[in-house]
C-alpha cells in the first residue's frame, strides 16, 4: 500500500482507529525529517516487527535552545516521503508547530530531572524536557505497542525509556544499534554541513570511543585516558566531554566498575554539534 500522509491530530487517530481496534501492532518510529540510512534502519526495524509502521516528522521547537539553529535544522520532506515509500512505512504524521502546540508552547511539558541537565542537557538546558514532551503527545497520538530510536542518542533513549516506566505508558522501546557511514562516522542528519576535510576530522570521535573500548580490561580510567589521546592529538575538535557511564543508571562509572560501560562523546567540528557512544563490554 502507498504511503498514507497526514498532518493532524485527528487525521492521525482516524487513520490508526481500526488498526487500534484489531489489536495489531503499531510501530512508532519518532523523527524530525532529513532521513539517512539511521532512520531507514529503525523503518525497517518497525517493519519487521510490526503490521502497521507509523514516522513522524516534526522538527520540535521545544527541544532547540536558539531559534538559529531550529531554523537551520534540514527540512526535506520530499525526499523523506520517497524514501519511506520505499521502506514501506504505512503512515506518515508530518504536523506543523501550530498542530502540536496551538497556543505556540506547551504549558504542560514532561521534566526529564537531574540527569536531563547533564551531558547533552548541560550544553544544551531545557533540551530533555522538550524531548520528552513531543515523545509524550506523539506517543499519546499514535499509541503505539512499539517506538523505535537509534543507540546514537544514548541519553535521551535512556530517558524515555525511564519516563515510559515512570509513567505506565503500556508501549515497549526497541533500541537499534548505531548505523555507521563506510569509515565509521555515525550517521546523522547534521552531517550533510560538513565538508570533506571536516568529516575527515569528525572521524576522531569514533576513533577515540574505539581507543577506549579497547582498553577496557584496564579500567574506566585508562579507557578515558585513551579516548583522550585520540582527541587531543586531532585538531579542530572542540571537545564538550568524553566520559563513561553505567548503562543500567547513566552514572558515572566508577573506577572499579566490573560491568559494561557506555561510552559518550560530544565534540563542535566546525560548524557542527556531533555526538557518539559505544558499549564497552566486560
Same mark, same amino acid.
Not at 178 to 190: P, Q
Not at 222 to 227: H, P
Given at each position: 500500500?502507498?504511503?498514507?500522509?497526514?498532518?493532524?491530530?485527528?487525521?492521525?487517530?482516524?487513520?490508526?482507529?481500526?488498526?487500534?481496534?484489531?489489536?495489531?501492532?503499531?510501530?512508532?518510529?519518532?523523527?524530525?525529517?532529513?532521513?539517512?540510512?539511521?532512520?531507514?534502519?529503525?523503518?525497517?526495524?518497525?517493519?519487521?516487527?510490526?503490521?502497521?509502521?507509523?514516522?513522524?516528522?516534526?522538527?520540535?521547537?521545544?527541544?532547540?535552545?536558539?531559534?538559529?539553529?531550529?531554523?537551520?535544522?534540514? /527540512?526535506? @520532506?520530499? =525526499?523523506?516521503? +520517497?524514501?519511506?515509500?520505499?521502506?514501506?512505512?504505512?503512515? $506518515?504524521? %508530518?504536523?506543523? *508547530?501550530?498542530?502540536?502546540?496551538?497556543?505556540?508552547?506547551?504549558?504542560?511539558?514532561?521534566?526529564?530531572?537531574?540527569?536531563?541537565?547533564?551531558?547533552?542537557?548541560?550544553?544544551?538546558?531545557?533540551?530533555?524536557?522538550?524531548?520528552?514532551?513531543?515523545?509524550?503527545?506523539?506517543?499519546?497520538?499514535?499509541?503505539?505497542?512499539?517506538?523505535?530510536?537509534?543507540?546514537?542518542?544514548?541519553?535521551?533513549?535512556?530517558?524515555?525509556?525511564?519516563?515510559?516506566?515512570?509513567?505506565?505508558?503500556?508501549?515497549?522501546?526497541?533500541?537499534?544499534?548505531?548505523?555507521?557511514?563506510?569509515?565509521?562516522?555515525?550517521?546523522?542528519?547534521?552531517?550533510?554541513?560538513?565538508?570533506?576535510?571536516?568529516?575527515?576530522?569528525?572521524?576522531?570521535?569514533? /576513533?577515540? @570511543?574505539? =581507543?577506549?573500548? +579497547?582498553?577496557?580490561?584496564?579500567?574506566?580510567?585508562?579507557? $578515558?585516558? %585513551?579516548?583522550? *589521546?585520540?582527541?587531543?592529538?586531532?585538531?579542530?575538535?572542540?571537545?564538550?566531554?568524553?566520559?563513561?557511564?553505567?548503562?543500567?543508571?547513566?552514572?558515572?562509572?566508577?573506577?572499579?566498575?566490573?560491568?559494561?560501560?557506555?561510552?559518550?562523546?560530544?565534540?563542535?567540528?566546525?560548524?557542527?554539534?556531533?555526538?557518539?557512544?559505544?558499549?564497552?563490554?566486560?
Amino acid at each position: 500500500m502507498p504511503l498514507h500522509t497526514v498532518t493532524t491530530v485527528a487525521e492521525c487517530r482516524a487513520a490508526l482507529e481500526d488498526a487500534r481496534r484489531a489489536g495489531r501492532e503499531i510501530a512508532l518510529v519518532p523523527t524530525m525529517g532529513a532521513l539517512h540510512e539511521g532512520h531507514a534502519a529503525l523503518v525497517r526495524h518497525a517493519r519487521e516487527v510490526a503490521d502497521v509502521v507509523v514516522v513522524s516528522i516534526f522538527v520540535n521547537p521545544l527541544q532547540f535552545g536558539e531559534r538559529s539553529d531550529l531554523e537551520r535544522y534540514p /527540512r526535506t @520532506l520530499e =525526499a523523506d516521503q +520517497a524514501l519511506l515509500e520505499e521502506l514501506g512505512a504505512d503512515l $506518515l504524521l %508530518a504536523p506543523d *508547530a501550530e498542530q502540536m502546540y496551538p497556543d505556540g508552547g506547551s504549558s504542560t511539558t514532561v521534566h526529564a530531572g537531574p540527569l536531563g541537565d547533564e551531558l547533552e542537557g548541560a550544553s544544551r538546558p531545557g533540551h530533555f524536557d522538550g524531548v520528552l514532551t513531543v515523545v509524550t503527545k506523539l506517543l499519546n497520538i499514535t499509541q503505539p505497542t512499539i517506538v523505535c530510536f537509534g543507540e546514537k542518542d544514548a541519553q535521551q533513549v535512556f530517558l524515555v525509556r525511564r519516563m515510559i516506566r515512570d509513567l505506565d505508558l503500556p508501549v515497549a522501546v526497541h533500541e537499534i544499534e548505531t548505523v555507521r557511514e563506510a569509515d565509521g562516522l555515525a550517521r546523522s542528519s547534521r552531517n550533510v554541513f560538513l565538508d570533506d576535510r571536516q568529516h575527515e576530522v569528525a572521524l576522531t570521535l569514533s /576513533r577515540a @570511543l574505539r =581507543a577506549a573500548a +579497547a582498553a577496557r580490561a584496564d579500567g574506566v580510567p585508562a579507557m $578515558l585516558r %585513551a579516548g583522550r *589521546a585520540v582527541l587531543d592529538a586531532a585538531d579542530d575538535v572542540d571537545l564538550d566531554y568524553l566520559t563513561a557511564v553505567d548503562p543500567e543508571t547513566f552514572a558515572p562509572a566508577p573506577d572499579d566498575h566490573a560491568g559494561d560501560v557506555r561510552l559518550l562523546v560530544a565534540a563542535r567540528v566546525g560548524p557542527v554539534r556531533l555526538i557518539d557512544t559505544l558499549l564497552a563490554q566486560s
